[in-house]
């Protein structure tokens, strides 16, 4: 968190703090009053002078603990977790709980502010054993818990735990249904790594169930199906994968070309090929279709193939292929070749961005004043590509 905005946090806390100090200290005697007042006053001192330890300190102690300030409490304490101090926050959370006066409402969310802090500082065992009595309850802060929970048995991979709170979650909420498809693919790898194709079939079973629109689960099923040697089940699930999300045709080729092979079907795995190419023309369907162009109509028709989907598509990995290509013999270029070259390198410095901004990294092609990001002014520069930089 930046540092303007904690002082900004602060300062509306410290206005927050004063205004209950006040009218709980009317009631006190004239002498009592002037002591409350002095170390009110000595922490927002230290708050203007940017001691905010020691303004936090100061604050913490000497404002009374009940129903009416916890909520100022919870402020500083999660204020003081986002800039890094769970340390003291974990100390602030612990203080109200020792208070007796505190109602079982308040209680519950001091609880789930203490499971946040131990989560910040990794103690996992600590925030689990009291997201799991909070999560045991029929709260509001019921839901809360039990995603902090979710969190922490992703972090720890524990995924049968994941699934079992995954399944509540999804009650009330059906976007959990794509992350517990994940979750049993996850099942489905550790199955598959173990020899245990069964139970990773029932795994992928299960995830397809949740989320049928999940492509990991179709790239893993493909993984199943080609442990099992079902290999014509390995292209339908690869195929189906691929439509579901194009962006990832790439990671079914190994794969489909395995399973082609197992089937002496290559004329199968081309057709696949320039199904991807029209979905998602990456730099390795383009390639291995030019392998096939080249076997078929030699290296001419290949290169020309090369170029006219690089040109099409340009990409710095592209352009590095089609050097490659075209300099297979060691000789130098010639002249119609180093035109192609020029086509594609001024097509690639077309789609590359000439300004971002150095505090966002927000991106155009003109100089803007103001970044429409972040909007913060006379940030966008003009973007400088470095010999290190390409390298």
Known sequence: MPDNVALYLLLVLALGIGYLLGRRERRRRPREIGMVAEDYFKGLNHLLNERHDLAIDTFVERMAVDNDT???HLALGSLVRRRGEVDKAIRIHQNLLARPVLSAERRTQTELELAR???????????????????GRNGSEKQLAQELLLEIYQREKEWDSAVAIGRELARQDRRFRGQLA????????????????????????????????????????????????????????????????????????????????????????????????????????????????EQREGREAADAFVVEQLLRNPSLGGF??????????????????LTLV??????????????????????????????????????????????????
């Not at 550790?190 to 020899?195: D, V």
């Open 70 to 72: 916890v909520d100022t």
């Open 117 to 135: 802090d131990y989560l910040v500082a990794g103690l996992l065992g600590r925030a689990e054993n009291l997201l799991k009595e909070l999560a």
């Open 182 to 293: 994940h979750f049993q693919c996850e099942l489905a790898v550790k199955s598959l790594a173990a020899g245990d194709v069964r139970g990773a079939q029932a795994a992928v079973g299960k995830a397809t169930r949740f989320d049928a629109g999940c492509a990991r689960a179709w790239l893993v099923g493909a993984e199943v199906a080609y442990a099992e040697r079902r290999y014509r089940e390995v292209q339908r699930q690869l195929s189906r994968a691929r439509d579901l999300d194009p962006t990832l045709a790439q990671e079914t080729l190994p794969l489909y070309q395995n399973a082609s092979d197992e089937l002496g079907d290559q004329a199968g795995f081309i057709t696949y090929l320039r199904g991807c190419l029209k979905q998602a023309p990456v730099l390795p369907v383009v390639e291995l279709l030019a392998a096939d162009v």
């Open 320 to 337: 590095v292929t089609l050097l490659n290509r075209l300099d297979r013999s060691g000789q130098p270029l010639p002249p119609e070749q």
């Open 342 to 391: 020029r086509r594609f390198s001024v097509s690639l410095l077309q789609r590359q961005s000439s300004y971002r901004c150095r505090n966002c990294g927000f991106s155009g092609k003109t100089l803007i004043w103001q970044c429409p990001s972040c909007r913060t002014w006379g940030s966008i520069k003009p973007v400088i590509y470095s010999q290190k930089e390409d390298a």
